[in-house]
């Protein structure tokens, strides 16, 4: 994990240099840069000054309560001004990126109340996901209806068996049926209460200005890619490609440099050999996690890694359709997957730590 983040560093500056000497804007470089490179400060950091599983709870407390006051003002704007705005193409109460903290906050709380097992412990949990999952909808980004799906789908997936399992497994059972007939009755309903359904089944089908307008960028990206160099990419500070402006955003100084499809822009900039050495850092991560929930022998660290490997799904699909790696929540919640990598297997015991090795080899050495 060490040396993923180092080949992250690494080649964001040889790109930003690149990109410069080739007649990049060094002002835009640097917007473009200066958060991939201060997650990979954080995550040393947080790998660092959190040395416990238990340090790690402590800081998804902290996500909790931040996300919590966001919510908070996303149900005070809908209950005061922004009613009449939800379900309007573009609208939202708070920010974008805070469909990051609400849904990865509703990860740990489900984790939490199956690591508990406590009555009490789980109806506040409920409580708590209930009110998150109305400032989703309230924030009108259907993108966090498909973040919540993959982060339950992974979180389902890795864990272990056992009886925590078999709950998950029976109550699926129950609930599946349910599911699918309200799926089914409200597809195409315009009822209120079959708006997250709506809001679901319209992310890939609904035609609306924001959608076509990220269609026609991200074409424009992929000409980019294909007309620079397509193994080094145009390098940081230097503009994508526009194919059009029927959906002009020019007012934005930055529009040209940060597209809200971060991975197609990573790709266009940098070009393959640059996203390979920016993207090797996640399925790193997700295999460390992957490996300390299996055969970890803490059960606290198991459930750090849980959250650190489902939260990097979520991040990634605000990547890949919401500016995430422009934006500060998604790339420090991700700094955050990558120091729980950085630390969990080694206090799980399930992989050696690197001064655990020196010191052996020293006292071989002396024999």
Same mark, same amino acid.
Not at 276 to 282: I, K, Q
């Given at each position: 994990m060490k040396q993923a983040l180092l080949l992250v560093l690494g080649t964001t500056v040889v790109w930003f240099f690149y990109g410069i000497t080739r007649g990049g804007e060094f002002r835009y470089a640097s917007w473009q840069t200066y958060l991939i490179l201060s997650t990979v400060l954080l995550a040393f950091t947080v790998a660092s000054t959190f040395r416990t599983a238990a340090d790690i709870g402590g800081l998804a407390k902290w996500l909790i309560a931040a996300a919590l006051y966001r919510a908070i003002m996303c149900w005070l704007s809908y209950f005061t001004w922004g009613r009449n705005s939800v379900g309007e193409s573009g609208?939202?109460?708070?920010?974008?990126?805070?469909?990051?903290?609400?849904?990865?906050?509703?990860l740990v709380l489900i984790v939490n109340a199956i690591d508990r097992r406590s009555p009490s412990v789980t109806l506040r949990n409920i409580a708590l996901i209930l009110f998150f999952i109305g400032a989703i909808q309230w924030n009108s980004r259907r993108l966090a209806w498909v973040s919540l799906a993959m982060g339950l789908a992974m979180l389902y997936l890795l864990f272990?068996? +056992?009886p925590a399992k078999r709950r998950i497994n029976r109550i699926a059972f129950v609930s599946v049926p349910f599911l699918l007939m309200y799926a089914a009755v409200g597809w195409n309903s315009q009822s209120p209460i079959f708006l997250p359904l709506r809001s679901i089944s319209t992310v890939s089908t609904s035609e609306d200005a924001s959608t076509l307008a990220r269609n026609t960028e991200n074409l424009g990206l992929i000409a980019t890619a294909n007309s620079s160099s397509f193994a080094f990419g145009t390098g940081w500070g230097r503009p994508y490609v526009y194919l059009?402006?029927?959906?002009?955003?020019?007012?934005f100084e930055l529009w040209r440099y940060v597209p809200h499809n971060s991975i197609l822009g990573v790709l266009a900039f940098t070009g393959v050999l640059g996203f390979? +050495?920016?993207?090797?850092?996640?399925?790193?991560?997700?295999?460390?996690?992957?490996r300390t929930v299996r055969i970890g022998k803490d059960p606290k660290a198991r459930n750090a890694a849980m959250i650190g490997a489902a939260q990097l799904v979520v991040c990634t699909n605000q990547l890949y359709g919401d500016m995430g790696i422009f934006d500060m929540k998604a790339m420090y919640v991700i700094a955050v997957s990558y120091a729980i990598a950085l630390r969990m297997p080694y206090i799980a015991g399930v992989w050696d730590s690197p001064s655990a090795g020196d010191g052996a080899a020293s006292t071989s050495k002396r024999k």
């Open positions: 609208a939202y109460l708070t920010s974008h990126s805070d469909t990051i903290g609400w849904v990865v906050s509703i272990p068996p +056992g059009t402006l029927k959906y002009d955003i020019s007012g390979a +050495g920016f993207w090797l850092a996640l399925p790193t991560a997700v295999f460390l996690h992957a």
